[in-house]
T-cell receptor
Framework: KAGVTQTPRYLIKTRGQQVTLSCSPISGHRSVSWYQQTPGQGLQFLFEYFSETQRNKGNFPGRFSGRQFSNSRSEMNVSTLELGDSALYLC?????????????FGPGTRLTVT | GNSVTQMEGPVTLSEEAFLTINCTYTATGYPSLFWYVQYPGEGLQLLLKATKADDKGSNKGFEATYRKETTSFHLEKGSVQVSDSAVYFCALISGAGSYQLTFGKGTKLSVIP
């Protein structure tokens, strides 16, 4: 079974631009979560989607948004990029059921804002 | 709120040495506990988990026991290999219906031959 895939793997953007990152979950997984990883703040939860609905949201500004499609694929968008948004963005998927707490991560998208 | 505290790294060990990485947590209710590992340039891999007190999670020679009385979930391995060099993260999920992992800061392990 294929793992979680994220595209693109690397991205360079300029301050003020916006960016969209994509995540395809493991087949059959309907919950998708996003995390930001930086050297200073570590791993921080952004949001989680299930059945095209956002169920949980972390403490990030409104510039960070996401959505989920009917096939469970998810995208996250960051508008008006700031230098501090440079990070590794990780997507994780999980089943909904008895093993729902096991989250499987993709390789991440490395975003650099200049 | 929930929080996870891990021992500060980096940790450098010789091959075949014994490994312990300490992890303590603060959470409401009865959290599920996890150890994830991140190899250079990769995402996170679930290493092991425990969902209730006194559960022992194990995988690839690594073990951790859920200790509710000490709110701890220390990671151990009896004999490390060079291939175990990575960053290890302790994490928890707490709260009914929550899918939000709370992570520790991570501990970088380097194993030298």
């Amino acid at each position: 079974k294929a793992g979680v895939t994220q595209t693109p793997r690397y991205l360079i953007k300029t301050r003020g631009q916006q960016v969209t990152l994509s995540c395809s979950p493991i087949s059959g997984h309907r919950s998708v979560s996003w995390y930001q990883q930086t050297p200073g703040q570590g791993l921080q939860f952004l949001f989680e989607y299930f059945s095209e609905t956002q169920r949980n949201k972390g403490n990030f500004p409104g510039r960070f948004s996401g959505r989920q499609f009917s096939n469970s694929r998810s995208e996250m968008n960051v508008s008006t990029l700031e230098l501090g948004d440079s990070a590794l963005y990780l997507c994780a998927s999980s089943l909904v059921g008895p093993k729902t707490y096991e989250q499987y991560f993709g390789p991440g998208t490395r975003l650099t804002v200049t | 709120g929930n929080s996870v505290t891990q021992m500060e790294g980096p940790v450098t060990l010789s091959e075949e040495a014994f490994l312990t990485i300490n992890c303590t947590y603060t959470a409401t209710g009865y959290p599920s506990l996890f150890w994830y590992v991140q190899y250079p340039g990769e995402g996170l891999q679930l290493l092991l988990k425990a969902t209730k007190a006194d559960d022992k999670g194990s995988n690839k020679g690594f073990e951790a026991t859920y200790r509710k009385e000490t709110t701890s979930f220390h990671l151990e391995k009896g004999s490390v290999q060079v291939s175990d060099s990575a960053v290890y993260f302790c994490a928890l999920i707490s709260g009914a219906g929550s899918y939000q992992l709370t992570f520790g800061k991570g501990t970088k392990l380097s194993v030298i031959p």
